[in-house]
């Protein structure tokens, strides 16, 4: 196999994942500048200002199937790399917070798309043995976007009032590189053969994988959209089991509460009674940390699997988030607690947030993957737009201790889903492993049956 190939086209499809977390941890250190520079209520900034973005993902992720479908992965590829630069230059320009909302929205829209497009491709054009540790390339680029966002908002922290349109304009320097990148992508081989288009499935092919392996590739594929239509629903009651693994480990990621801190971060180091620029340098020390844990998630999804790095992260989540819940009393968020926020972030890289896109888009036959992947990520990016929206609100009701308590149960609930649902899925072709996960499960049944 010509692997320096697929990295190449994986590494490019995948800077859009960096494009994800820069424009989604950028508006930390903006935020509270626009709140006070736009007299906003507490709920009026968290729904609007802040989450914007985020309802514009949702529409994306609910509708990103029919781009990626139709118009097929490569040109959704370069669609997304529009919306982000034209995002980025409007929110640096906009004079208010409804102007300054549309754009973040365009911005979310992309990021919706891209949760689709970025780890459906990478998945079709990956072999088995590879498929994790490629697909997390996109989770990779994702943090790798949310710490230099970080260190430009630190750096550009020199502007006063204006701060925050220089750290919200860089964005369109790398949504400018991606865009021109994504040009030289090939398509997905999966997607043309899906449309009759075999003989430049088969080019593209040859460039990564020997002749012979090429045609053992094909047959797989004509064989698998032959057991499958795209025109079948993903609610029949023969993918309900794959429904609720998408749904529950994207459900669970959410509520977490990952991006309620990390929406907040500065925020929330300031209430340790640090200074603005202390606040904003300890969003870096956390963006690094989230860093090394996800490097060091994809290098081992691949070796030890998807199961073992989720139970992995559930038990890291469960101690940090009950740590920081037991330690918050009259300083919500006093020293032991910052410690452990960084203990939660390692736990989310080395677990959920290596492991959740590899894993949606995986489990779905050829022919529903994007309707699959879009299902998956509507969940997420729902649950994504609600949380952060009410968290500045239920901060000053009900208080931080509660609201950590409630996210340790969730996770105690993710560890048992996964010790007794979730399936392993590494290390098998994505035209059978629809029907491993299905035969997985019936086995587990006849043996409850028996016992």
């Not at 040859?206 to 392996?213: A, F, G, H, L, V």
């Not at 904003?280 to 956390?286: K, R």
Request: one cysteine or more; hydrophobic letters at 50%; glycine letters at 8%.
């Amino acid at each position: 196999m010509k692997f320096s190939k697929l990295f190449q086209w994986s590494i490019i499809s995948a800077l859009a994942g960096f494009l994800f977390g820069f424009d989604t941890v950028v508006i930390s250190g903006a935020e509270k500048t626009l709140q006070s520079l736009w007299n906003s209520s507490d709920l009026f900034h968290g729904i609007v200002v802040v989450s914007m973005a985020l309802w514009g993902t949702v529409i994306g992720a609910i509708f990103g199937a029919f781009p990626n479908d139709k118009l097929g992965r490569k040109r959704t590829l370069v669609f997304i790399g529009i919306l982000y630069l034209i995002s980025a230059i409007g929110s640096a320009l906009a004079n208010g917070p409804l102007s300054f909302s549309f754009f973040r929205f365009i911005g979310g829209l992309g990021i919706g798309v891209s949760t689709i497009a970025v780890p459906t491709y990478i998945t079709e054009i990956s072999p088995a043995k590879n498929r994790g540790k490629l697909v997390g390339l996109y989770q990779f680029n994702l943090v790798f976007g949310m710490l230099i966002a970080f260190l430009s908002n630190y750096y550009l922290n020199i502007f006063d009032q204006n701060s925050w349109r220089y750290m919200i304009g860089a964005e369109a320097i790398p949504a400018f590189l991606y865009l021109g990148f994504s040009f030289f992508l090939p398509s997905s081989p999966r997607w043309l053969i899906s449309k009759g288009e075999n003989k430049k499935a088969e080019k593209i092919l040859n460039q990564i994988n020997s002749i012979s392996k090429t045609k053992i590739i094909i047959k797989e594929i004509e064989d698998d959209l032959k057991n499958f239509s795209s025109n079948e629903s993903i609610f029949l009651k023969k993918y309900r089991f794959i429904l609720i693994l998408a749904f529950a480990i994207a459900f669970f990621n959410q509520f977490s509460g990952i991006n309620a801190v990390l929406y907040y971060a500065p925020r929330i180091f300031e209430e340790t009674g640090l200074g603005k620029d202390a606040s904003l340098f300890n969003s870096i020390i956390l963006g690094v940390t989230n860093l090394i844990f996800t490097c060091l998630g994809v290098i081992l999804i691949d070796r030890i699997g998807r199961k073992k790095l989720m139970l992995i992260g559930s038990i890291g989540y469960i101690i940090s988030l009950t740590i920081i819940a037991l330690s918050i009393k009259s300083n919500p968020f006093g020293i032991n607690s910052s410690i452990f926020i960084f203990s939660f972030i390692a736990s989310h890289g080395v677990g959920q947030g290596t492991v959740i896109w590899v894993f949606i888009s995986e489990i779905f036959p050829n022919s529903l993957r994007s309707k699959g992947q879009a299902f998956g990520s509507s969940v997420h990016w729902v649950l994504a737009a609600i949380i952060p929206a009410f968290i500045p609100y239920l901060l000053n009701s009900i208080g931080s201790q509660i609201i950590f308590s409630f996210f340790a149960f969730m996770m105690s609930l993710q560890l048992l889903f996964v010790i007794f649902i979730m399936p392993e899925t590494k290390g098998v072709s994505i035209e059978l492993l629809f029907k491993e996960v299905l035969e997985s499960k019936n086995k587990k049944r006849k043996k409850e049956n028996n016992s």
